[in-house]
């Protein structure tokens, strides 16, 4: 259909394109030109007296009128003078809420290797500009465009870094020109955490946990007990408490079945996806130990037999899949690991790709404080956020190996060889980030000093021999001054099923409190 406004000497055309959702104004020597379907909210006003008539027709309409005398051009004038400066300033509008919605978590200070930045600001092409542009975020050209087959949004921060315009090259700032990081770019907090098993993701999401407490954040969790969501299932909604605020949940740290379609249903749209993954065989010693395999598929003998070994030698004369369906390639299946793919490894790969495209951060347990430097910088975190406490539970016995080396290891990559190839792309991957990143090392090194002076501070705390009240760090190249206090200990050693519960009743007045939580005993 098409409606408009043109104004001619002797007659006025409504001329305009619904379809293509632009417009042309003509008045006099006047013209204007707008497009946008937001202008017709304003222009169908002014039309209003005529759209009934032009309405039912298919064709361009031409309304002849004598022309109009000054006093109503002035008024005529006046009116799409204000029409324009509205629509300008209702765009502006409009422009700040998508920006809200969809940039402010896309487009953030850099910390990446700015290479061979030309004094007129362009990129020089002599160099290898993949390797320090994340994602084509950053073109030839210097220009910002989308992300073509990828959905990666970080650019690390570049807050320590200053450009020597001699060298084209980075340099370190010195200590008079330090900036502090927390004004580098803005904290994310809608994250997802896929939770997987036996991969030291307790540790990960007591992190989330205390972030989306101390932060007051909208958090996802279980309606009907403290832990469950219908594992090994795909998860259901309907087993969440309401958000607490709004439509969707800022962070999700449960264990569940990845499945990116559900997720997005429930989280808010800039959320940032992380899991975890460990060595195959260790995630699965770990595994078999907890679950208590050999006690429930009957696997008899005495700890000489080594059952786990049994298991492995034995496996397609045990009745396991029904029992225990995750065992085999167990962090693909928290994965989402499709039925068909687990026997394809070429299916597996083509998923696991997806995966890549998919997860902003893949941790590696076996580079625990590398995985979470990175993942603080991906989030814009201080790095007061990411300190931790080894955490251990002396109860969890690990099943007996045998005596000889590496038996059961090579006998697990036959049983589960998408987990083994899973481990070895993001472990590639995690290092190939790692090696985009400035001053990576030193900060790493920093961070494990202030972790080991933070988890004493708290050591002492539980002892009752420290006549400190609170810990502080002093400001540096890595971050500004903070404090922790001995709450801040606590929640970092809650028990993760205890503080889950306790914000239930904190949140939603479900249950009881739970007054003295198990507190997660220190590594020895």
């Given amino acids: 259909m098409s409606i408009g406004v043109a104004f001619h000497r002797e007659e006025i055309v409504i001329t305009a394109n619904y379809y293509y959702q632009s417009c042309y104004i003509q008045y006099n020597d006047h013209n204007i030109t707008c497009c946008f379907p937001h202008i017709f909210l304003i222009f169908n006003v002014i039309i209003n007296g005529i759209r009934d008539n032009i309405m039912m027709s298919w064709k361009t309409k031409v309304i002849k009128m004598s022309k109009p005398s000054w006093w109503i051009n002035r008024r005529m004038m006046a009116i799409l003078f204000t029409v324009v400066i509205f629509y300008i300033w209702y765009q502006l509008l409009v422009f700040e809420h998508y920006y809200d919605a969809h940039l402010r978590y896309h487009f953030k200070p850099a910390n990446f290797n700015i290479a061979a930045l030309r004094t007129n600001g362009s990129f020089d092409s002599s160099w290898d500009n993949d390797r320090y542009v994340e994602n084509g975020l950053v073109d030839a050209n210097n220009s910002f465009t989308s992300t073509s087959g990828s959905t990666r949004k970080h650019l690390s921060y570049t807050r320590d870094l200053k450009i020597n315009m001699e060298t084209k090259r980075p340099q370190m700032m010195t200590s008079s020109e330090e900036i502090n ?15 997987t098993h036996k991969t030291g993701s307790d540790t990960v999401s007591q992190l989330f946990m205390r972030f989306g407490d101390l932060h007051n954040l909208c958090i996802a969790l279980p309606k009907f007990s403290d832990y469950d969501l219908n594992y090994p299932n795909v998860m259901k909604p309907s087993l969440l408490l309401p958000p607490t605020s709004g439509t969707y949940y800022n962070l999700f740290y449960l264990h569940t079945i990845y499945n990116r379609t559900i997720l997005e249903q429930i989280m808010a749209p800039e959320a940032t996806y992380i899991t975890i993954l460990r060595k195959p065989f260790e995630q699965f010693h770990s595994a078999f130990s907890f679950f208590r395999i050999a006690e429930n598929l009957n696997i008899t003998g005495t700890e000489e037999t080594y059952p786990l070994l049994q298991f492995l030698q034995n496996h397609e004369g045990i009745p396991w899949e029904k029992t225990f369906p995750y065992l085999k390639n167990f962090m693909a299946f ?10 394809n490894i070429a299916s597996a790969q083509k998923y696991l790709t997806k995966l890549d495209d998919e997860f902003d951060l893949v941790m590696i347990m076996e580079h625990f404080d590398e995985s979470l430097v990175l993942m603080k910088r991906k989030l814009c975190w201080d790095i007061r956020d990411v300190l931790y406490i080894k955490l251990n539970d002396l109860n969890r016995l690990r099943a007996p190996l045998s005596p000889s080396p590496n038996v059961e290891e090579e006998l697990y990559k036959h049983f589960s060889p998408v987990d083994h190839y899973l481990y070895e792309y993001f472990n590639r991957t995690l290092w190939e980030n790692i090696s985009k990143e400035q001053n990576f090392e030193e900060e790493v090194r920093y961070f494990r000093d202030l972790n080991w002076r933070f988890t004493e501070f708290c050591k002492t705390v539980d002892e009752g021999t420290s ?3 609170e810990f502080r760090e002093e400001p540096s190249e890595w971050t500004s001054a903070f404090t922790i206090t001995v709450d801040f200990c606590s929640k970092t050693r809650l028990y993760f099923l205890h503080y889950v519960h306790n914000l239930k009743y904190l949140r939603y007045n479900l249950d009881e409190r739970i007054e003295t939580p198990k507190l997660w005993r220190f590594e020895e």
């Avoid at 928290?334 to 026997?343: F, N």
Wanted: net charge neutral; aromatic share 4%.
């Fill in 181 to 195: 990081l927390s004004d580098a770019c803005e904290k994310v907090k809608s994250v997802v955490f896929l939770k």
């Fill in 334 to 343: 928290d994965l989402g690991l499709p039925i068909d793919a687990r026997e």
């Fill in 467 to 469: 006549t400190l009240k």
